[in-house]
């Protein structure tokens, strides 16, 4: 396998826009209806709480979601933007002479997941949800000659594609929800 690495080239890889958008809405869909179902049946949670901590969870999400992958001919560095506190979502550097192999592990699910060794012993999850992934992969070969052709995506687009559709299936769900509750036909 080849790759078109030139020197000093800095790429940045950022979390696929499939995967962010329908895990954005995703959580709008799951959460939103809250408030007003808390209203209609008088639950002891107002709904101003269930707003406030609904916003603070999106902020959170929001904050995970914006992860960057940068790669350079030096190094490989997971890095998150400047108001993200760190104690939420710490990043990580890596230089390509550190990492001694890339293991895969597998998931609770079954999936795949690839953690690179450093010559401390020191694991590094490997991004493997941002756009441009073989990419990416590309890449870490090119830098540590490493054989990466069985390394595959954990969550295939397709997957995300189904997920958001139904995800957009909830939010019309949501939607009579919502209307029914305002309405007071509940």
Known sequence: MTTNVTNNTTTTFRLSPLIRITLLTLYIALTVPLPFLAEVTKAPTPPTLL??????????????????????????????????????????TLSWTEIKSLKPRS?????????????DGKAYLLPMRVAGFNRLVNFVQAKTGIDTTDVRPLAQPWMYVILFFCTLLLLLVDAWTINTAILGNW
């Open 107 to 119: 998931t609770g699910q079954g999936g795949l997941v690839y953690y690179f060794l450093s010559q």
């Open 51 to 92: 707003w406030i901590g609904i916003a603070i969870g999106f902020v959170g999400l929001y904050a995970v979601l914006t992860e960057r992958v940068i790669v350079n001919d030096q190094e490989i560095k997971v890095i998150y933007p400047v108001w993200v506190p760190s104690f939420f979502r710490k990043g990580w």
